[in-house]
């Protein structure tokens, strides 16, 4: 099976832009998860999505969103984005999500905010 | 935040030494897990163990789960140079409802295996 994949990979925005990054899960998967990964703050939970609904969301402002579309591929946006929001985006995939199951990880994206 | 706190920050060692790493949490988990990461890649999933398990292996790598003591350790033996990384270890939070797709993760320990 072909793993989680995760587009762009690389990509460098100014302040106040905006910015969609793109994952596709595992075939079959169909709960996808999002991660901000960056030096201070380390890895954190952004949201997580299932059959096009969001089910669990982390501790960040509203202007990260995100959407799953029935595919099970999701998007996540960042409206009006700051130069903390420099990081790296991962993406990780389940069957359904629970707590039993391993989550597999994109590459990630990589974010520059100048 | 993070839940998990991970020592050392740093280890480096030779090849064909043993590693070890350990993490520490603090709430009631389901599971706990061990993750690699390449130089800011992805994160590559090595063991996941549960919270009734005490031990687990997977060729090289052992893992230990103490709940009362709401800890862990990944050992890594007869290390190689390839085996340098990032771990990272990753709880479920067993919260009262269900945590869906939310892993927490330590800040981790860098591992450099010298050849």
């Known amino acids: 099976k072909a793993g989680v994949t995760q587009t762009p990979r690389y990509l460098i925005k100014t302040r106040g832009q905006q910015v969609t990054l793109s994952c596709s899960p595992i075939s079959g998967h169909r709960s996808v998860s999002w991660y901000q990964q960056t030096p201070g703050q380390g890895l954190q939970f952004l949201f997580e999505?299932?059959?096009?609904?969001?089910?669990n969301k982390g501790n960040f402002p509203g202007r990260f969103s995100g959407r799953q579309f029935s595919n099970s591929r999701s998007e996540m946006n960042v409206s009006t984005l700051e130069l903390g929001d420099s990081a790296l985006y991962l993406c990780?995939?389940?069957?359904?999500?629970?707590?039993?199951?391993?989550?597999?990880f994109g590459p990630g994206t990589r974010l520059l905010v100048l | 935040s993070q839940q998990g706190e991970e020592d050392p920050q740093a280890l480096s060692i030779q090849e064909g030494e043993n590693a070890t790493m350990n993490c520490s949490y603090k709430?009631?988990?389901?599971?706990l897990q061990w993750y690699r990461q390449n130089s800011g890649r992805g994160l590559v999933h090595l063991i996941l163990i549960r919270s009734n398990e005490r031990e687990k292996h997977s060729g090289r790598l052992r893992v230990t789960l103490d709940t009362s003591k709401k800890s862990s350790s990944l050992l890594i033996t007869a290390s190689r140079a390839a085996d340098t990384a990032s771990y990272f270890c990753a709880t479920d939070e067993r919260a009262g409802g269900t945590s869906y797709g939310k892993l927490t993760f330590g800040q981790g320990t860098i591992l450099t295996v010298h050849p």
């Open positions: 709430t009631s988990i389901n599971n």
């Open positions: 999505y299932f059959s096009e609904t969001q089910r």
């Open positions: 990780a995939s389940s069957l359904m999500g629970t707590s039993q199951e391993t989550q597999y």
